[in-house]
């Protein structure tokens, strides 16, 4: 009876919603096997499916970032004079890499939470804020789905069911994405960013700009290497997205100049000059900077060194310089070129160029992926221009960007070790694909 009931929704569904489903049980489930039996690769963290399992379904987080925010939050409390991160970065070595305005976040969610809400301590009220914008992630992630979907006739049969199936696997998707789940299993304020890039690529195809603007206001706060996309908007002439970008950025490093000083402000250009000269060689780093540490065996791949970075290595440093130039600069002028500057595939060029081109791009960094993929997915099919290899290419590249290797690093001591780059190359694998649909004319 449970078969023939399968078996007629199975015909009830279009054929589209049958393919996202069976490629998403191959992705989660067959490749998990696959990595779990062939690759012996044990059932914890080294499994993107068991985040999924044990630690999105179960509340549980690390507290990546929490515990460096709030070690620097009561510093700047209890030593308001001494410089933050000459002390807490340099001197005792803990890699709080955020600006202060990301501190601004403790004001909005006070300690005192804790006791209002009943809970047991303050960072499990900053997990159920990342568990809400885990959510808001794959709600947006859907809703640009269908956005983008709206003009390809899929030929469903049953609108009511299959909507339902479809939204059901979309769901499934949103839950097995690794970079997105891996950021919320570590505790990573990066689950907000990707919420917010979200929320805001489907405000851009809604048209509503002056609330993207803020969005991204907000997204700098917390990553000033989003600043590009500020530089992006005045190179569009995107007005009412940069007014209200500069509104919310501005008043915000006002309010964080008034609360923590200027000095603090100003020590984190600092930081951010050490970090650019020196990056990260820990495999989970997928930039062109930690792609060459790891070439040149600069500092450790294996790793995760709390206390210490690779040391300055000055063909490291120059690639790194280069390539983020070539990223950023083509991501500015070659859609401005193209003849469609301002569209939503543009925005979402600068947003993945700004992603990879810096220096430190951990893997729950691609968690911005998955509205990106949303996007990407349903244009290609609508292409008349472009060959369905693409979907192919696609299809490998989400798996990519999905899963975790762990085998990668048996080759982490060779010249191949370019093989842990596999997130960095599904990325680039999506850039080139949003560059194609760029320039074919019947894309906007």
């Not at 809400?117 to 992630?137: E, H, I, K, P, Q």
């Not at 996309?229 to 509104?247: D, M, P, S, T």
């Not at 290595?313 to 070129?337: C, D, E, H, M, R």
């Not at 693409?390 to 299809?395: C, D, E, G, H, V």
Request: net charge positive; proline share 5%; aromatic share 16%.
């Amino acid at each position: 009876m449970v078969m023939t009931n399968l078996t007629k929704l199975w015909q009830t569904i279009d054929p589209l919603t049958r393919n996202l489903i069976l490629f998403l049980l191959a992705d989660a489930l067959l490749i998990t096997l696959a990595l779990n039996h062939f690759f012996l690769t044990p059932w914890d963290e080294r499994l993107a499916l068991y985040h999924t399992v044990e630690r999105v379904f179960k509340f549980k987080q690390i507290g990546d970032s929490w515990g460096p925010m709030l070690k620097a939050f009561d510093y700047l409390d209890t030593e308001p004079q001494h410089p933050l991160y000459s002390e807490l970065f340099f001197e005792q070595k803990t890699k709080f890499q955020y600006p202060p305005t990301s501190l601004l976040i403790f004001y909005i969610f006070p300690k005192n939470l804790t006791k209002m809400l009943g809970l047991t301590s303050y960072r499990s009220v900053l997990n159920y804020v990342s568990w809400a914008f885990l959510w808001a992630t794959i709600i947006y992630s859907i809703k640009l789905f269908k956005l983008s979907l709206a003009a390809f006739n899929s030929g469903n049969k049953n609108k009511k069911i299959n909507f339902l199936v479809r939204n059901i696997v979309l769901v499934g998707y949103g839950l097995t994405f690794y970079p997105m789940i891996r950021a919320y299993s570590l505790g990573q304020i990066q689950v907000w960013i990707n919420a917010m890039f979200a929320i805001l690529l489907w405000c851009w195809v809604r048209d509503k700009k002056n609330l993207a603007g803020i969005l991204a206001g907000m997204i700098c706060l917390l990553k000033p290497q989003y600043i590009i996309v500020f530089a992006w908007g005045l190179f569009r002439k995107q007005w009412r997205f940069i007014v209200f970008f500069a509104a919310i950025l501005l008043n915000g490093l006002l309010i964080s100049v008034l609360l923590f000083g200027l000095t603090n402000h100003l020590d984190y250009l600092t930081v951010l000059s050490f970090i650019s000269r020196h990056g990260e060689a820990f495999y989970t780093n997928q930039s062109p900077n930690g792609l060459l540490n790891r070439l040149f065996f600069n500092g450790n791949n294996l790793e995760w060194q709390g206390d210490s970075f690779p040391p300055f290595n000055f063909w490291v440093y120059a690639g790194t310089v280069i390539s983020s130039v070539i990223l950023i600069s083509i991501a500015l002028f070659q859609p401005k070129l193209s003849g469609k500057p301002g569209s939503i595939i543009d925005l979402s060029i600068i947003i993945l160029s700004s992603t990879i081109a810096s220096p430190l791009a951990w893997e729950h960094n691609y968690g911005i992926l998955l509205p990106i993929y949303a996007l990407l997915f349903p244009c290609l099919l609508k292409s008349k221009k472009i060959e369905k290899i693409s979907i192919i290419y696609l299809a490998i590249s989400y798996t990519m960007s999905s899963q975790y290797f762990d085998f990668t690093k048996t080759l982490a001591n060779t010249p191949f070790n370019i093989v842990q780059s596999y997130l960095l190359i599904a990325g680039l694998i999506v850039l080139f694909h949003l560059y194609k649909l760029d320039s074919n004319p019947k894309n906007s």
